[in-house]
């Protein structure tokens, strides 16, 4: 009886700990306002957004992963005069206690080589990858943001 007693606490012991660790490492950022843009038939990659707000140290989103496509790169949005340029980041820094928005027109997430069309009022996971936090798993929802339209993002082709 006090083996089974012995291992019930072992085991309860670190159950407490994972469970310690995945609520430290959620609550070192939180991450809200997660969506992606619907795409339509035959477009190959899709935006996402969300805003990351830092925890008490500063942390670095450093990576994303979802089942809606072959791969999801991080990405940031500029204009080089009249011509709108994209290119894929390495990470998106989060201060502390600051907030980090991703949205269009700036800092977002890409899903390359989508599986299939992302149709608004579906939603999907993501997860996050940060350096410090470990990994965060968040729902998107597909839709259009009020006031844009639901333009597709080609990312296919031409320069990053």
């Not at 005069?81 to 998106?92: E, S």
């Not at 977002?108 to 599986?115: E, I, P, Q, Y």
Request: glycine share 12%.
């Amino acid at each position: 009886m006090k083996t089974t007693r012995r291992t019930l606490l072992a085991m309860a012991l670190s159950a407490a700990a994972l469970l310690s660790n995945a609520a430290l490492a959620q609550a070192t950022v939180k991450v809200d306002g997660a969506w992606a843009r619907p795409t339509v038939k035959g477009q190959a990659a899709g935006g996402g957004f969300l805003k990351i707000t830092g925890g008490a140290t500063a942390d670095k989103l450093v990576s994303a992963s979802a089942g809606v496509s072959k791969a999801v790169e991080l990405h940031a949005m500029s204009m080089d005069g009249d011509v709108m340029r994209m290119r894929q980041v390495d990470a998106v820094e989060v201060p502390a206690g600051k907030t980090v928005e991703l949205k269009p027109g700036g800092l977002h997430v890409m899903f390359m080589g989508l599986n299939k069309p992302l149709q608004a009022g579906e939603s999907f996971p993501l997860t996050l990858r940060f350096e410090k936090a470990g990994e965060v798993r968040v729902e998107m929802k597909v839709m259009t943001q009020a006031g844009m339209p639901a333009m597709p993002m080609d990312h296919g082709g031409g320069k990053h």
